[in-house]
């Protein structure tokens, strides 16, 4: 017959505690909690909650670091059916919506922008001053 040795009963309460830690921790923390702190950006965060339909940003066209940096609603829908058009110096910069109001692009496609004049500015500063190469 096995006898409770004092490493079993430890291992056994370590184990129940991390248990309750966990059950614990899985009932405070919800869906309207904030999301975990890390983002590189500070834009990133939309500023509508979930459930929101985001608004159509307004167009934009303006030089920024030399660049000349457009953005308007689009009629084809895009690459992924934004409906709205990013372009860098006369070249489309695909753009993408995210179903949280956040946006991406081919250029910063990790790294979410609160709207496509903030993913623009992102893109021009990511190409170091090369070109915007067109997707195919």
Known sequence: MSQLSRRRALGASATALAGLA???FARTAGPSDPPAAGHRNREAHSPHGSGH?????KPFDESFKGRRIQGAPSHHGGHHGAGY??????????VMQNADGTWISVVNHYETFANPRAVARAAVVELQGSQLEPLL
Do not use: Y
Not at 53 to 57: A, D, L, S
Not at 85 to 94: F, N, P, S
């Open 85 to 94: 058009a990013v372009h860098i110096d006369g070249e489309e910069l695909h």
């Open 53 to 57: 339909t985001p608004t159509q940003p």
């Open 22 to 24: 966990l059950t614990g």
